[in-house]
């Protein structure tokens, strides 16, 4: 577990090392409420990203946070964030 917080830039990371970028996709364009699906991401794409978050951070997701609650960039920073400070008390 880390005491950062989860950035904007580290899910950027975290999603091309996990799944990749889609061609048409730009990953440094303001995304923070893009649906995953809008920039490539389905559902097997963002599990993955959650597995490698959940090892980096040592935090767990479970699947429905990932392919039904956070939908957006936004979302899912949130709750990495939301269970990171969990984690630390």
């Known amino acids: 577990m880390t005491d950062k917080?989860?950035?904007?830039?580290d899910l950027r990371r975290i999603l091309?090392?996990?799944?990749?970028?889609?061609?048409?996709?730009?990953l440094g364009a303001d995304i923070l409420d893009t649906s995953f699906d809008l920039l490539g991401y389905e559902s097997l794409a963002l599990l993955e990203t959650?597995?490698?978050i959940e090892r980096e951070y040592g935090?767990?997701?479970?699947?429905?946070?990932l392919t039904?609650?956070?939908l957006t960039p936004r979302?899912?920073?949130?709750t990495v964030n939301e269970r990171l400070a969990a984690a630390r008390s």
Not at 16 to 26: I, R
Not at 59 to 65: A, G, M, R
Not at 75 to 78: D, Y
């Open 16 to 26: 091309l090392q996990a799944a990749g970028a889609d061609e048409g996709t730009d």
């Open 68 to 70: 039904t609650d956070a």
């Open 75 to 78: 979302a899912l920073i949130k």
């Open 5 to 9: 917080e989860f950035t904007l830039d």
């Open 59 to 65: 935090i767990s997701l479970d699947d429905d946070t």
């Open 50 to 52: 959650g597995a490698c």
